[in-house]
């Protein structure tokens, strides 16, 4: 007697675990399909030296913060040797930000030049490659691009870059651009041309605060 009473509880017991195992896979079918189940943690691997070097080349740095002192509204008086004697005079505005997250200095300039409506966009940044400041403007004078790059001095923090384009006479010729800090309200931007082998100052552009 006790042995049949045994056998029907182990009997039983086996009984409610296959019912227990065959009822657990479909509930957590449907708590998957609803979102109710438990998210699986999952380590986060370590980046590889690959990556890392990627997120490294990737992050503004100290060369990026210098560009914040050109960040602000700037009334902009501006001077073009485009011929020789006295120069072209004109003025404009210029609001400049810093975008991406830090790693471009945006320039939008509105004004005139040669009694023309002018407009200008230029970006500047720092190349953590290639360990040089680099430059992009456009303007509605002109359906091209011109690039450059260049260094800033360490001590005077003097920015100066180079970049190939066409000249006053639409032959193309190498500019040097130079940006000097004055002072927290006031910088000056010299644009220089090569002509016979020799530099010339053809635009000079004094920023100041508004």
């Known amino acids: 007697m006790m042995r049949s009473r045994f056998r029907m509880l182990a009997l039983a ?11 657990a896979a479909p509930a957590a079918d449907r708590a ?7 998210p699986e943690v999952k380590a986060t691997p370590a980046p590889d030296a690959a990556t ?11 060369a990026h913060e210098k560009l914040k002192a050109m ?7 501006q001077k073009s040797w485009f011929a020789p ?41 720092y190349d953590n490659k290639k ?13 091209s691009m011109m690039t450059g790059g260049g ?3 360490a001590t005077t923090g003097e920015l100066t870059m180079k970049s190939t384009g066409d000249g006053p ?17 006031r910088h000056v931007f010299s644009m220089y041309t090569t002509v016979d082998g020799k530099e010339q100052l053809m635009m000079e552009i004094t920023y100041t605060r508004m």
């Open 13 to 23: 017991a086996l009984a409610l675990a296959v019912f227990a195992i065959a009822t």
């Open 32 to 38: 998957r399909k609803k979102g109710t189940a438990s």
């Open 52 to 62: 890392a070097e990627m997120l490294r080349l990737a992050a503004p740095g100290a």
């Open 71 to 77: 960040e602000g509204r700037w009334k902009a008086v």
């Open 85 to 125: 004697g006295e120069p072209t005079v004109s003025e404009g505005v210029s609001e400049n930000r810093l975008i991406m997250g830090g790693r471009f200095l945006e320039q939008r300039y509105t004004g005139t030049a040669m009694g023309q409506p002018y407009e200008g966009y230029g970006l500047t940044g």
């Open 131 to 143: 360990g040089e400041y680099t430059m992009l403007w456009i303007d509605n004078m002109a359906t």
């Open 151 to 153: 260094s800033m001095d």
């Open 169 to 185: 006479d639409g032959k193309p010729t190498e500019f040097k651009m130079v940006t000097r800090m004055v002072d927290p309200t």
